[in-house]
């Protein structure tokens, strides 16, 4: 799925309009990395790059102009590299293709940044990036060592990255769509994983699953690395080995989404491997479940970014203690903090290009209220260490998380993972009928 020129063209005006006049904002799409002697992973362009030209060739670099005016420096066109390599849009590419004003090979590199930055007040750039910083520096200093000649060199570098971020923050009707099909790709793949399952199988056969769904529906990558947890690895937040037998009477902790046209999914099940849920997983996984629900409610326009996830965590305290893991009062466990020994992360993250996508969630140091366009998911979980020796043996090892990608919209949170069981009937019901 891509997005039209249009599109792009207007996304760079809408950020140089949030710039200083007379600033000239640069921005690459990264380099080929190498796997393993001359093996290079398969590229993939920086998400805000991408977020503002739709270009995905290694070693592009973008200059816009002001008036939102664009020049491009990308790779040349090649015979011989694009007979081993593949195709490359070149100069009249990524003018008649991506609604570039001006097109240059990379050589002319140094050459069109000192033109376009002549004169410029300032540079704006994405400051994390050291590489580009280093070489806007040095252009800065060429254009100043050439003062007497008439170049006026610009005064300071900006950092591009707030007003962008604060962009990409929002999605677009288009964004949108892509997100969705995402979305809808990777409940796909947990449905596959969930009729698949079977005590026996190691773990990375049923991430196969996951995977043969992803790239059959064109997510040719998934978005982040595939989390498959059997038993208490599902306790390992950030799980990836993959790697172990899965036994009879664990539960399995999917966190995998699809990435499609760059953009990203993120689902999180956790379901019993012999298709029953255990006495103590099913009451763990319904207060789980029960958060996910309070979480949701929170989920409107103008509630408190933070609203969501407090309400997550309410109900998770409250069946701590119900069960006996927790001792105390709700209200002061909380105060103390003292859920975290079973469930240490925050109730969501922004979601877009990247998985983890960018944006503030404080403004002026308060939580910033959700406004419609905004992409974030919703993943209460419960945690408990097989080691932990101060609640009863039945609850140590049980690793539960439950995550959907919710868009924010007037008329209240949209599901975009929607059609995915996550109801302790329905989930029984889903593997009872392999």
């Not at 007497?148 to 300071?156: I, K, L, T, W």
């Not at 140091?365 to 009863?392: C, F, H, I, K, Q």
Request: glycine share 8%; with cysteine; net charge negative.
């Amino acid at each position: 799925m891509t997005l039209s020129k249009e599109i792009y063209q207007a996304r760079r005006r809408q950020l140089m309009a949030a710039l200083p006049d007379n600033t000239v904002a640069v921005i690459r799409a990264g380099e080929l990395c190498t796997r393993n002697n001359d093996c290079d992973y398969e590229f993939r362009p920086n998400s805000s790059f991408y977020y503002l030209t739709g270009f995905s060739e290694p070693s592009a670099v973008l200059f816009i102009l002001g008036d939102g005016t664009s020049h491009l420096a990308v790779l040349p066109k090649d015979p011989e590299r694009e007979q081993w390599d593949g195709f490359r849009h070149g100069i009249t590419g990524a003018m008649q293709d991506f609604g570039m004003d001006q097109a240059v090979e990379l050589d002319e590199l140094d050459d069109l940044a000192l033109e376009l930055l002549d004169g410029a007040s300032d540079i704006a750039l994405l400051m994390a990036d050291e590489y580009l910083r280093d070489q806007a520096l040095a252009w800065r200093d060429a254009l100043a060592a050439k003062a007497r000649m008439g170049a006026v060199a610009p005064v300071s570098l900006l950092d591009l990255s707030d007003p962008l971020f604060e962009m990409r923050l929002i999605k677009d009707a288009a964004e949108i769509e892509i997100m969705e099909k995402a979305a809808q790709i990777s409940v796909e793949a947990h449905k596959q994983a969930m009729k698949s399952v079977q005590p026996g199988m190691m773990e990375y056969q049923l991430e196969a699953e996951l995977n043969y769904v992803f790239m059959k529906n064109g997510a040719r990558v998934p978005a982040y690395n595939n989390i498959v947890a059997s038993g208490s690895n599902a306790c390992v937040l950030h799980y990836i080995k993959n790697d172990e037998l899965i036994e009879d009477g664990d539960l399995i902790l999917i966190d995998a989404g699809g990435e499609l046209s760059c953009y990203a999914s993120d689902i999180t099940r956790t379901f019993p491997a012999n298709g029953k849920f255990s006495e103590p997983q099913a009451k763990l996984y319904q207060v789980v479940l029960d958060a996910y629900h309070a979480g949701l409610a929170k989920m409107t326009v103008g509630a408190a970014y933070e609203d969501f996830h407090n309400a997550a965590v309410e109900v998770l305290t409250q069946g701590l203690v119900t069960h006996g893991l927790l001792q105390g009062d709700v209200a002061d466990l909380i105060e103390r903090k003292a859920y975290r020994d079973f469930y240490m992360h925050n109730t969501g993250h922004w979601l877009g290009l990247d998985v983890h996508d960018c944006g503030r969630y404080k403004v002026d140091g308060v939580s910033r209220p959700l406004e419609a366009g905004m992409v974030v998911t919703l993943e209460p979980g419960l945690y408990v260490n097989p080691d932990n020796e101060s609640v009863d043996e039945q609850w140590r090892g049980i690793g539960i998380r439950i995550e959907d990608d919710i868009l924010i919209r007037e008329e209240g949170p949209y599901v975009l993972t929607h059609g995915l069981a996550k109801e302790i009937d329905d989930i029984e019901a889903l593997m009872a009928s392999r």
